[in-house]
């Protein structure tokens, strides 16, 4: 996918964000949109992407919304 925007049950976020990685739809370049990740809050998916190096997070609506990309390394010269 080129594109994922996930606002569903809280509570599903990341088994279903993990669930389409682990069938290779989402690849380098994907961005993944997260609804309502702060207020109310899904604090396992936030958590995932804050501690992930595959992706590269940004909040784009204050305690709202958070929109992340697939990247194929966050430090391109820790791999060369």
């Given at each position: 996918?080129?594109?994922v925007?996930?606002?569903?049950?809280?509570?599903?976020?990341?088994?279903?964000?993990?669930?389409?990685?682990?069938?290779?739809?989402?690849?380098?370049?994907?961005?993944?949109?997260?609804d309502?990740?702060?207020?109310?809050?899904?604090?396992?998916?936030?958590?995932?992407?804050?501690?992930?190096?595959?992706y590269?997070?940004?909040?784009?609506?204050?305690?709202t919304?958070?929109?992340?990309?697939?990247?194929?390394?966050?430090?391109?010269?820790?791999?060369?």
């Open positions: 996918f080129n594109f925007f996930i606002d569903h049950w809280k509570n599903l976020y990341l088994p279903d964000l993990k669930w389409i990685e682990e069938r290779g739809l989402i690849k380098k370049g994907t961005v993944v949109v997260g309502n990740i702060l207020f109310p809050g899904v604090p396992d998916y936030h958590e995932f992407f804050k501690n992930s190096k595959e590269n997070s940004v909040s784009i609506f204050p305690k919304m958070e929109t992340t990309r697939k990247t194929e390394y966050l430090f391109q010269k820790d791999y060369d």
